[in-house]
C-alpha cells in the first residue's frame, strides 16, 4: 500500500550505459514530478508532469527523458550516463499543480562509474 | 526564475531550546511555502505549509510565518528533542515550480 514507490532503490551502472528508473504512485494524483538530489544534499526539479502532459522541463540534459504512460507513473530514462548523474532520485506526486503537498518516493540512488 | 536562499546550514540546539531557519524567496509570483524534513537516508517529508494568504500557521510545537513584503519565511520549532535532528528544507512554489532551499541540518544534543 506504498503511496510512491520507485524501482530499483540502487542502482550501480558504467559511464555510457543507458538505464530506467520506475516511479508510481497509487494516490490518484494528477501531478507528478522528478528531482535530483546531489551529494550536498541540494533538492532540484528535473521535470513535472500533470495528467501525463509535460508542465515542467528545468535545464536538464537531452540525455535524461521522462516518461509518462499514465497518471499514475512517471518514468525517466537516461541516455549514455555520465559520472556527474551519480545522485539520488526521487520522484513525487501530488493532487494538482502548484499549492498541494508532495509525496515523494524512496529515492533512487544511482552510482555511475 | 526562483531563487530560494535558507540559513542558517547547519543548527546545533540543546534538547528544549527552540531552532529557528530561515528562508528568503526572490519572486513575488510565490505563492505555496512548504517545509520538509528528511532523516539520514530518508525521503523529505512534509512538515508544515503556508501559502501566501496567510501569515503564520502553527502545528503543535511547529510553527510558520510568512512576510510576503519582505519576501520570507520561518520555521520554527519549540522544545526541541533528539528526533527532531534531520535535514529542513524549505520551498517556494509558483504553478508546479517548486524551488528548494539548500537545506539545514538540524542536531538536537541530549
Known amino acids: 500500500d506504498t503511496a510512491v514507490s520507485q524501482t530499483p532503490k540502487y542502482l550501480v551502472t558504467q559511464m555510457g550505459n543507458d538505464k530506467s528508473i520506475k516511479c508510481e504512485q497509487n494516490?490518484?494524483?494528477?501531478?507528478m514530478y522528478w528531482y535530483k538530489q546531489d551529494s550536498k544534499k541540494f533538492l532540484k526539479i528535473m521535470f513535472s508532469?500533470?495528467?501525463?502532459?509535460?508542465?515542467i522541463n528545468e535545464t536538464v540534459p537531452n540525455r535524461f527523458s521522462p516518461k509518462s504512460p499514465d497518471k499514475a507513473h512517471l518514468n525517466l530514462h537516461i541516455n549514455s550516463l555520465e559520472l556527474g548523474d551519480s545522485a539520488v532520485y526521487f520522484c513525487?506526486?501530488?493532487?494538482?499543480?502548484?499549492?498541494?503537498?508532495?509525496?515523494f518516493g524512496p529515492g533512487t540512488r544511482l552510482t555511475v562509474l | 526564475g526562483e531563487n530560494v536562499e535558507q540559513h542558517p546550514s547547519t543548527l546545533s540546539v540543546q534538547e528544549g531550546d527552540s531552532a529557528v531557519i530561515k528562508c528568503t524567496y526572490s519572486?513575488?509570483?510565490?505563492?505555496?511555502f512548504p517545509w520538509y524534513k528528511q532523516e539520514l537516508g530518508k525521503r523529505p517529508q512534509l512538515i508544515i505549509d503556508?501559502?501566501?494568504?496567510?501569515g503564520e500557521k502553527k502545528d503543535q510545537r511547529i510553527a510558520v510565518t510568512l512576510n510576503k513584503t519582505a519576501k520570507h519565511f520561518s520555521l520554527h520549532i519549540t522544545e526541541t528533542q533528539p528526533e527532531d535532528s534531520a535535514v529542513y528544507f524549505c520551498?517556494?512554489?509558483?504553478?508546479?515550480?517548486?524551488?528548494f532551499g539548500t537545506g539545514t541540518s538540524l542536531t538536537v544534543i541530549p
Open positions: 513525487a506526486s501530488s493532487l494538482g499543480q502548484g499549492i498541494y503537498e508532495q509525496f
Open positions: 494516490l490518484g494524483h494528477d501531478t
Open positions: 508532469y500533470n495528467n501525463k502532459e509535460l508542465i
Open positions: 519572486d513575488s509570483a510565490s505563492n505555496y
Open positions: 503556508i501559502r501566501s494568504n496567510v
Open positions: 520551498a517556494a512554489s509558483i504553478m508546479s515550480q517548486f524551488y
